[in-house]
């Protein structure tokens, strides 16, 4: 892996001493007891979890949990709901189990969620546990957890943070060899922070481009964000989905801090619950009930668009397994 170079010539990000495994989940013996390799991926789940946490360190001018401040016994119950969660995922071995933390607000400011990422990433059915973050917060931890497992999906919010703090954390990401993916919400006003912000990244580092919600994009915007990534086209309109095939609600499911499985974060009807067992039975071949599917987390598992074959075991963290 290669430092990139400013325009002054000095290397903003050093070389990794150790870089990123490409595909870590394949190096490590993730099939459960009695498992043969065959039936490994048939095993495979993906569960998107969020508790009821929803405060946030941050004031972005776009989301509506900006500076939302959680009272104690939220806080509390937020933990409470985070540890019954992982001890599910420590217990229910005969699958093998990657992670999504969904939190509303900002996760890695607790200290439960950071404990929650490096004990799952030691258990040898789990191939991923990652989280959605602003990447605020000390990484130091992550030195804990197994880098083969724990993931990053990290977003710059521009007016919340220096580019030059964001890059800091960054840089020390690399130096942990802590898999990650980098993002922007596409706001024109986000546009410059985004190119300087790629600009400074290695190659090797995605970044990844969400189309603003309620934004239409021209084909000069589109084009501007595509050539920052190159998968921008996902992203930059819903998804028709009616009536489609779904890997949500048959490997893939969300998860409520009560238990509640839900086939994905976007249709709210309940399927089953996870500490009673009847998740097992819920799961099945399904086809989507919303007309449109635009979020990435959900369809990312929309089967006519083949996202898993392009995702493969970045899908979580928002890796591909290759781009231009
Ligand atoms: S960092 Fe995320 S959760 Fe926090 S205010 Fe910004 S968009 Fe909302
Ligand atoms: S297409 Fe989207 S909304 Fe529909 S079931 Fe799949 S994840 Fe859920």
């Known amino acids: 892996m290669t430092g ?23 190096d490590r013996p993730a099939v459960p007891d009695g498992l043969s390799v065959l039936d490994e991926r048939r095993d495979d789940l993906y569960v998107l979890y969020r508790g009821p946490l929803a405060s946030c360190n941050y004031d972005c001018p776009y989301c509506p949990f900006a500076k939302r401040v959680d ?11 985070l540890e019954r969660f992982a001890d599910w995922v420590e217990a229910t071995t005969d699958r093998r189990l ?45 030195a804990e957890a197994d880098p083969r497992v724990a993931a990053l999906w990290a977003t710059y919010h521009p007016g919340q943070v220096t580019r030059e703090r964001f890059l800091a954390r960054c840089r020390e990401l690399l130096a942990l060899g802590v898999r990650f993916s980098v993002g922007v919400v596409g706001l024109p006003g986000h546009h410059a922070e985004a190119v300087a912000l790629r600009d400074a990244l290695p190659p090797e580092v995605y970044l990844w481009v969400n189309a603003a919600e309620g934004h239409v994009y021209t084909s000069e915007e589109e084009r501007l964000w ?55 039975a819920a799961l099945q071949p399904r086809s989507c009930t919303n007309a449109l599917c635009d ?10 668009l083949g996202l898993r074959d392009v995702y493969t075991d970045g899908l979580l963290e928002r890796i591909p397994a290759v781009w231009p």
């Open 4 to 26: 990139h170079l400013e325009p002054a010539g000095r290397p903003l990000l050093p070389v990794l001493s150790h870089p990123m495994p490409a595909h870590p989940a394949l």
């Open 71 to 81: 009272p104690p016994e939220l806080l509390r119950a937020d933990r409470a709901d």
């Open 98 to 142: 990657s992670v999504l933390f969904t939190p509303w607000g900002e996760g890695l400011t607790r200290s439960w969620y950071r404990d929650a990422i490096v004990r799952l990433s030691h258990l040898p059915h789990v191939a991923r546990v990652a989280i959605q973050t602003n990447l605020a917060a000390r990484t130091g931890w992550l």
């Open 226 to 280: 595509t050539a920052l990534d190159p998968r921008f086209g996902d992203s930059v309109r819903p998804h028709p989905s009616l009536g489609l095939p779904c890997h949500a609600g048959e490997t893939a499911i969300s998860v409520l801090g009560d238990g509640t499985v839900r086939r994905c974060h976007f249709i709210k009807t309940p399927i089953g619950n996870l500490y009673d067992g009847t998740w097992r």
């Open 295 to 304: 979020c990435h987390i959900g369809y990312v598992h929309l089967k006519p």
